[in-house]
């Protein structure tokens, strides 16, 4: 089921389109709330609707921004995703519209930030890697590119697009034939990842020094493009890695989302308006996030669902053994059970014991990313260890997805490579 010339705009999408549909209903309904009254309706309740479609109706706008996006921006390398910001993509289609195309294209270039990178192209690719140096890969890509060595971060950035859709989908992206399309998502439709490597792709025959803007795959990997060593063809190429890692996550429920669809029955007013609210209630919770830092100690009691609660439950449970107390506050994107995962853990730490710790820092850097600072004292099998750590541990869904700040079932974990390090005396002397 994928998209066709009757879908040719991310609007026209089930989900989008659902939204557009009742739109009209919705703002007439909201329009009679005055007459409703008349006619022995509660007005208070009219009210709140109207609010609600008023919402409805602000959002609506959203809907069409991926088209737009792309329309002005496609050809030049830079296409709509999931996770690519609205605020950053609203005001680069406002600009292009002023006639402002290199004001435009420096906002979008802005969102390339080392946090962003991070959070939307390294991590929530993690659960797909079935080679685990894919994340040391990409995480020595983010250093090249944080260092501005653009020569060396461009090729290993698209090396690993390549092996990343591969693990996907079993077939190299950069083929000219690989179906990139996906049913009812934003980076799988036509006009988004699919054009993005179309221009990508581009045939090149003979070793020139002309500076590329995009990230020609197969001109640089086969020595022929030399002059893409800047940000801008850079920046293009994390977006590839960004917008397959959303196709991927959209692929792997494509199949059951066309079963729901062949099967849907009119989908009710009262979920279309949750489901928007949500969406723009984490855009606000997101654009408002401000990163800080907390100083310990973090003595108890601690709030439920925090950081400090998980990190110190963990370091607890660790402390006294008590692997069933570690394994809801560590890493399971493979949903292993409770017991499978203590015994994991205790695996783990068979050679290591934990004997004091403290909590000395927490930093807050995105909406779902905490890092902390921790000084412990061990034992392990050859030697006593005393010192400090940096612990980078992030918030995740129970499907495995970072979670976003309304999904109520987000939880902290830790990955248990801490265990191993610690073991190994591998800690981050002081700043």
């Known amino acids: 089921m994928n998209d066709d010339e009757n879908n040719s705009k991310i609007s026209q ?13 919705v703002q007439f309904l909201g329009r009679g709330a005055g007459l409703a009254a008349k006619i022995g309706i509660k007005r208070e309740a009219m009210e709140k609707f109207k ?10 706008d959203l809907l069409h921004l991926p088209d737009r996006f792309n ?3 496609a050809s030049e390398g830079w296409v709509a995703t999931g996770a690519f910001s609205v605020d950053v993509m609203r005001q680069a289609v406002e600009l292009n519209a002023q006639g402002k195309c290199a004001e435009a294209e420096k906002v979008i270039l802005g969102w390339f930030s080392e946090e962003n990178i991070r959070l939307f192209a390294i991590t929530r690719a993690r659960r797909f890697h079935v080679a685990q140096l894919r994340d040391e890969q990409l995480e020595e890509a983010l250093k090249l590119f944080v ?31 690989a179906d ?28 020139t020094d002309e500076e590329l803007s995009l990230p020609k795959r197969h001109g640089i990997l086969h020595g022929r493009s030399l002059g893409y060593a800047n940000k801008l063809v850079c920046a293009k190429a994390w977006l590839l890695m960004v917008a397959l890692v959303d196709w991927a996550i959209d692929k792997r429920s494509e199949e059951a989302r066309i079963a729901k669809q062949r099967e849907k029955e009119e989908t009710s007013l009262s979920e279309v308006l ?51 107390q570690m394994a809801p506050h560590s890493v399971n994107l493979t949903k292993k059970s409770a017991k499978k995962m203590a015994g994991e853990i205790r695996d783990i730490a ?82």
């Open 71 to 73: 329309a002005a921006f």
């Open 274 to 324: 949750e489901n928007s609210r949500r969406v723009q209630a984490d855009k606000k919770l997101i654009a408002a996030f401000q990163p800080s830092t907390r100083n310990g100690p973090f003595d108890g009691p601690l709030d439920a669902g925090t950081p400090e609660l998980a990190l110190t439950e963990f370091l607890d449970g660790w402390k006294k053994r008590n692997f069933g």
């Open 147 to 177: 260092e501005e060595r653009y020569m060396a971060a461009v090729p290993l950035i698209l090396i690993a697009c390549d092996g990343f859709a591969s693990d996907v989908s079993g077939l190299s992206p950069f083929e000219k034939n």
């Open 13 to 25: 999408n089930p989900t989008a389109k659902d939204m557009l549909t009742l739109l009209p209903l």
């Open 180 to 207: 990139l399309t996906c049913f009812d998502s934003i980076a799988g439709h036509q006009t988004s990842l699919p054009a993005l490597m179309k221009l990508f792709i581009q045939g090149v025959r003979k070793s």
């Open 51 to 60: 609010k609600l479609a008023d919402e409805l109706t602000d959002g609506a």
């Open 350 to 431: 068979r050679d290591v014991t934990l004997e004091e710790f403290e909590i000395m820092r927490l930093r807050f850097s995105t909406v779902a990313r905490c890092d902390a600072r921790i000084r412990v004292r061990a034992k392990t099998f050859l030697k006593e260890v005393d010192g400090e750590f940096d612990v980078v541990f992030f918030r995740y869904t129970a499907d495995g997805n970072v979670a976003m700040p309304t999904d109520a079932d987000g939880v902290w974990a830790i990955a248990l490579n801490l265990i191993g390090r610690v073991m190994t005396e591998n800690y981050a002397k002081d700043d």
